[in-house]
């Protein structure tokens, strides 16, 4: 495919670089002539491990140029990727200034294109933001141009995982390859780009695209923080660092692995709540600061209290709750998060009912008992003896259990008391299209 792009930074000169040794026709744009000559001398405007040899051999073979002429690139592709730069304004929010300016010049050129030589692909591998591209770049193109997104050319979000240092090896062994198009004929443009390459391949909306880019950079600063804490604290416990994460990292089941990764109510039981408070104060006594573990059930804390900003939206009073113990299919109360959800819902005046078949006030014993008669002691005039005597007391019902029993008894969507999900119900996507249905966090 003849193929531009736009800028020639890192991402840019890299992928211009790859997709040229991939067998594509390659020309890359940058305002900076200083870039462009050096390309087109074959050397690369970047130190990265085998970058400068790539270039090299490619522009060799005339499978990559470089120009100043964002119009004379866009013209002569049918595929434009755009790599310029996203930086932080100074109040942290993101700079698009870049993203526009070249938009605004990829649709004058797009629009003298007039439909010929094919539909063009706009794929922007810049990170934004979800709702840039949709709100921000689709309206620009479509001004410029004069033609509808989807129809008159094509748009695609693109997000890049290379790092710097392996970029190249990266590129050609990817952990995965998002297409965020929207239209398949966009998405079947830039896939062609991959073909062959190793990676498993995801379709998805532009604004999933743009979010993913943020979960993976997120995460993996929160992994170094969190290991850094753990390290600080096991060396002022006199304790090898490495050799925890070692054992650490060798569970594949619960630590390396999706276990615990999937958007749903806050945590509790009789375990994590307690360690973490545990090790954050042992960190404290050692003088060690854990700004990241420290915040774990502070954050917590502010995600069960979205359940309770939920309910308060409807404006309803008769409120429900299904689900009571800490896991489906135990009568375990300890610090269980859907308590201290019934605790703030009955603290502020709901009038709320309950089930948990699990749960029983008679069977109640040592630590639970206590628990529950300290933190929630007028339980028994709140308990329901079936999930349909719930349903029919309240006007909003918060659905904090997976149990068969509750989900065969839960009213189609659109039709009972409006439902707040806290588990993901199996139909969310389904409900979620209807009145009366809200999710925590999707």
């Known amino acids: 495919m003849r193929v531009s792009v736009l800028g020639l930074g890192y991402v840019g000169c890299v992928s211009a670089a790859c997709l040229a040794r991939r067998g594509h026709q390659v020309v890359g744009v940058d305002v900076n002539q200083a870039k462009v000559d050096l390309v087109n001398a ?21 499978a990559l140029r470089a120009t100043a002429d964002v119009r004379e690139a866009v013209l002569d592709s049918e595929v434009t990727l755009v790599c310029v730069g996203t930086p932080s304004e100074p109040n942290g929010s993101l700079c698009t200034t870049y993203l526009e300016r070249v938009t605004e010049q990829i649709g004058a050129a797009l629009a003298e294109r007039d439909g010929r030589g094919g539909r063009q692909t706009v794929v922007y591998r810049s990170t934004m933001l979800p709702g840039t591209c949709l709100n921000l770049l ?12 989807g129809v008159d050319f094509g748009v695609v979000v693109n997000p890049e995982f290379l790092r710097e240092g392996t970029s190249v090896r990266d590129f050609f062994d990817p952990p995965k390859t998002v297409i965020g198009e929207l239209d398949p004929a966009s998405g079947e443009a830039v896939a062609a780009l991959y073909d062959g390459l190793p990676g498993e391949v995801f379709r998805v909306p ?24 753990l390290g600080a604290v096991c060396q002022a416990l006199g304790v090898d660092s490495h050799q925890v994460m070692d054992v650490f990292l060798a569970d594949r089941k ?23 408070r545990s090790l954050v104060h042992a960190a404290r006594r050692a003088d060690v600061s854990v700004p990241i573990l420290a915040h774990v059930l502070p954050s917590n804390s502010d995600h069960l209290q979205r359940a309770v900003d939920l309910v308060e939206r409807t404006g309803k009073r008769r409120a429900g709750l299904l689900g ?44 639970n008992r206590e628990y529950i008669e300290t933190r929630l002691p007028h339980l028994a005039q709140l308990l329901a003896d079936s999930v349909s005597e719930v349903l029919e007391h309240a006007e909003v019902c918060l659905v904090g259990t997976r149990d068969p029993a509750v989900l065969s ?12 999900d806290l588990v993901h119900l199996p139909d969310a996507e389904a409900r979620r299209a209807e009145q009366g249905y809200l999710g925590l966090a999707w």
Do not use: M, Q, W
Not at 207 to 228: M, Q, R, S, V
Not at 409 to 420: K, N, T, Y
């Open 42 to 62: 074959g050397r690369a405007p970047v130190v990265e491990a085998r970058i400068g040899e790539l270039v090299g051999e490619v522009v060799r073979s005339g």
């Open 138 to 149: 689709v309206p620009i193109l479509e001004k410029y141009v004069g033609g509808t997104a």
């Open 206 to 229: 532009v604004p999933t695209a743009e979010a993913i880019k943020y979960a993976d950079n997120a995460f993996h600063g929160l992994k170094i923080g969190f290991a850094n804490e």
């Open 254 to 276: 619960l630590n390396v692995s999706p276990a615990y990764l999937r958007p749903g109510f806050a945590f509790g039981g009789s375990c994590l709540p307690k360690d973490l």
């Open 324 to 367: 009571l113990s800490f896991k489906p299919g135990t009568d375990d109360l300890r610090e269980s998060p859907l308590v201290e959800l019934a605790e703030r819902l009955y603290g502020r005046g709901y009038d709320l009912r309950i089930h948990d078949a699990n749960v029983s006030l008679s069977r109640l014993l040592g630590a």
């Open 409 to 420: 008894a839960l009213p189609p969507a659109g039709e009972g008391p409006e439902l707040i």
